[in-house]
């Protein structure tokens, strides 16, 4: 069964950085599109960032010149490293697997990025 579990969340200052992982196992199919989404309190889930199996970027706004997605084809992970964190970014952060050129994809249970001021 696939599985997907994100780890880097905490508690930072507004202006700190951290670093969010997501690791997929169970994986039988090659993945295509990997993202983060983030979801606050009475908010809908929002796209933060995505990148494709060719390695584009595409961000959110409020993510463009601040967040850095990355990924290892090797491992099956991917990253976002979250630079000037402001307290708007405060929310649970959940990766997204999709199946390259199927339809289909996979969330994690997310992790928790606090951000005080």
């Known amino acids: 069964q696939v599985q997907l579990v994100e780890s880097g969340g905490g508690v930072v200052q507004a202006g700190g950085s951290l670093r969010l992982s997501c690791a997929a196992s169970g994986v039988t199919f090659t993945i295509g599109n990997m993202g983060w989404y983030r979801q606050a309190p009475g908010k809908q889930r929002e796209l933060v960032a995505t990148i494709t199996e060719s390695n584009a970027a595409n961000y959110a706004d409020s993510a463009k010149n601040r967040f850095t997605i990355s990924r290892d084809y090797t491992k099956n992970m991917v990253y976002l490293q979250m630079t000037s964190l402001k307290p708007d970014d405060t929310a649970r952060y959940y990766c997204?697997?999709?199946?390259?050129?199927?339809?289909?994809?996979?969330w994690g249970q997310g992790t928790q990025v606090t951000v005080s001021s």
């Open positions: 997204n697997v999709q199946r390259y050129q199927y339809a289909g994809d996979y």
